[in-house]
């Protein structure tokens, strides 16, 4: 068993922003000193429109996917007279009242730019581009994963305009202009559904099929729909045919506007006013990409299309330039960590929000982690050694290859109700252990007292 010390603890926190943030706040409230390196000016990460930190792929009408009830930590939550959805503004504003009421703002370095990290003199070093370099017993990485774009093969034969949905921010640059939106994911429906009311037209190519569910039903987010009918003994096929009937009532068919429905679980997808502009037909669906060859673009089904401009909503590498291999770099596609916080091999070297959320929030879930995390670094659970995390890991590993699709979108995807098992599965060993540990320890003490009264 691996089992943290309850020596003073000085932990780094790589990122200010919501995993970040909470992660410091969780810390703090144990007592541990905490210092919180952000590359920025602002606290908020990629909630933060227009960040100078150079990594937020936030746009002008971003909005939270999901409503706030289900999102905030679970000890703040949202205004009660703000929105279901808020914007970027509203969620800033947000986190940088969390970090004010939790006291985590004082211990928040600003234009930090961590360039390394690695394992040293029996904790881990730090170091900034300024040369400075500290020490401290751990380390939390909570940079997040959405600040290095990834590309298609095809990027370099396409003669046109070409970005990544990460450089978007308004609409206006795209008027009058033929353009391709690739991908299906919340960005790329938010891009397409933005700039289809001023573009020539917007085309949406969805690889992968995909059931587009409404935001809102019988006046309610479409969650606390599903929360109500959806049962844990419902098998996943039957849920799926549910959330089908339920999509087709409000949307229709997916075929019917060019979409191919799922027949594993998929990352949900929903926009308030997307599939009202398949209405109006300022957007239509495409397939795959087969081939580009200067402004043509040949899709899957055959058809062929020219196009001015190409947004790409291809997702993102995990990008940890100041970690290196052997201090525990994830593999792009697959994180090798522990119930996706602890590095197996590199006791005091943690990640928060390194996932996407299959459903529900994923600042909730953060919040989830960190609370754990604190446990950990302040001694009050344990681990389990190398070989029992391993088969934690492959145990996941194994439930998303049955569930969801083989693809790169969802090498980060957390099923937030398996999750919370194997979360409360290990809560339940470690105290398990623990109170084994304090029962033979007192007897110990008894019989070293029995022993000691009887040889005098």
Request: net charge positive; hydrophobic share 40%; proline share 6%.
């Amino acid at each position: 068993m691996q089992t943290a010390s309850r020596t003073a603890q000085r932990v780094a926190v790589i990122g200010a922003g919501a995993a970040g943030l909470c992660a410091a706040k969780h810390l703090l409230a144990r007592g541990v000193d905490v210092v919180v390196y952000e590359l920025g000016s602002f606290i908020g990460g990629l909630w933060v429109y227009q960040n100078d930190n150079g990594l937020s792929p936030a746009y002008r009408s971003l909005h939270l996917n999901s409503e706030v009830s289900i999102t905030a930590y679970k000890d703040f939550p949202f205004p009660k007279d703000g929105p279901l959805y808020p914007d970027h503004f509203g969620v800033s504003r947000y986190l940088q009242a969390y970090a004010e009421k939790f006291g985590v703002v004082p211990h928040i370095r600003f234009h930090s730019k961590v360039v390394d990290v690695a394992a040293k003199n029996g904790g881990w070093q730090v170091r900034l581009d300024d040369d400075t370099v500290e020490q401290f017993t751990s380390v939390v990485i909570a940079s997040g994963h959405q600040g290095v774009p990834k590309h298609a093969a095809w990027r370099h034969d396409f003669a046109g305009e070409y970005l990544h949905s990460n450089s978007y921010q308004v609409p206006e640059p795209f008027r009058d202009k033929r353009v391709l939106v690739v991908g299906m994911g919340n960005s790329a429906v938010d891009i397409a559904s933005d700039i289809c009311v001023v573009t020539k037209s917007t085309t949406i190519s969805a690889r992968s099929p995909v059931l587009v569910m409404p935001r809102m039903l019988f006046g309610v987010p479409t969650s606390r729909v599903l929360g109500k009918i959806e049962k844990r003994w419902m098998p996943w096929p039957m849920r799926r045919t549910m959330r089908e009937m339920l999509t087709r009532v409000v949307h229709g068919s997916m075929k019917q506007w060019g979409f191919v429905a799922p027949k594993t679980r998929t990352h949900p997808t929903s926009h308030p006013s997307l599939m009202g502009h398949f209405v109006w037909n300022r957007i239509t669906a495409k397939p795959g990409i087969e081939s580009v060859t200067g402004n043509e673009v040949r899709f899957l089904d055959g058809s062929v299309a020219s196009f001015d401009t190409i947004i790409a909503a291809t997702g993102y590498s995990v990008g940890l330039p100041f970690l290196t291999k052997d201090a525990g770099e994830t593999e792009e596609h697959k994180p090798d960590l522990f119930l996706r916080v602890v590095s197996p091999t590199q006791p005091g070297l943690y990640f928060v929000g390194l996932f996407n959320v299959a459903g529900g929030g994923n600042i909730r879930m953060m919040d989830d982690q960190a609370e754990w995390l604190a446990e950990m670094v302040c001694g009050d659970v344990d681990l389990p050694d190398q070989a029992g995390m391993r088969a934690a890991i492959k145990e996941e590993q194994a439930f998303l290859q049955r569930h969801y699709p083989a693809s790169p979108r969802y090498a980060l995807e957390l099923d937030p109700t398996f999750y919370r098992k194997q979360l409360a599965k290990e809560r339940k060993r470690s105290l398990g252990y623990r109170q084994r540990v304090a029962q033979r320890v007192s007897i110990d003490v008894v019989e070293n007292s029995v022993a000691k009264s009887a040889s005098t």
